[in-house]
């Protein structure tokens, strides 16, 4: 991908590259040591859970990053759970140890749940987030539909119903999407759902630079139809796989369209680090000067 062309507007990419978050695996133990020579305190990182996985290791992750002056976003899996006191130990003991404050929820890729909890919502309704300390609940927004939901239909009225609990229930709800790798069906998806009332933010996906053969093979896991294809020309027009791609082009694209359509607010963009913390992190370091760049130079140009 090219780099934002110098007339796209800098003000909403700057605000978006400013509150950017990232995500990282609790399976790496030593993540909290390493982060401070990439991102600075004070990041949003989101610690994922996968089945299988120790759920002591992931609050251990989480008590480092909070130690480490970041602010820990665990992921909870509604389908991972056997049931609710499973659920509250779990919560008290990320509250205790880590201060948990903002946590993800979501259902969880698997066919069938461990218990009582197949989806989000019924995470979220038993009334447990606001108990141990959680006042911000970020849900899962999903662009270009997801590969076990043949409906979109359905993933909007989820997402209705989710935001609706939220705010009956004194939870910040803010909605955190999938990547993807072209801004239209993205910004078609966000004007639907400012269309069904979700008036929330919105934080925006995008994978990190990265080669684009390490992309192809996640979003080939992740079910993203349109972007995929569009990955696939890239990949081709510069006739080798191992090229690399970066989200300059995505990201002008993405802000302008938001601005010029009014589907905000946009709360910032959450970061896949596919190709890992420093290239992410230098790469991020370099997007946020060029967008202040350009903000200052249309601010002079304005007066």
Known sequence: MTHASPDVKGGLLARLLAQASIEVTAQEPTIAE??????????DVHVTYLPGEDRGVMEETCARLRQAGYEPVPHLTARNFVDAAEFEGHLARLSQRASVRRALVISGDVDKAKGAFDTSLKLMQTGLLGKYGVT??????????????????????????????????????????????????????????????????????????????????????????????????????????????????LLAELAAGIEARGLGPASGIHIYMFGGQKKTSEWLAGARLAAASTNTDQNRSAI
């Open 34 to 43: 390493k982060l401070p020579q990439y991102f600075a305190p004070g990041t």
């Open 136 to 249: 911000s609940v970020r849900i899962a927004g999903h662009p270009e539909g997801h590969p076990s939901v043949a409906d979109n239909a359905v993933l909007d009225q989820a997402l209705v119903e989710k935001v609706a609990f939220a705010k009956a229930n004194g939870l910040q709800a803010e909605i955190v999407t999938q990547f993807g790798f072209e801004a239209e069906p993205v910004l078609d998806w966000m004007q639907r759902l400012r269309g069904l009332g979700i008036d929330v933010p919105i934080r925006v996906g995008v994978a990190g630079p990265a080669n684009t053969a390490t992309l192809l093979k996640f979003a080939m896991r992740c079910g993203i139809g349109n972007s995929l294809r569009q990955l696939r020309k890239r990949g081709s027009a510069i006739g080798k796989l191992m090229g690399e791609t970066r989200p300059d082009e």
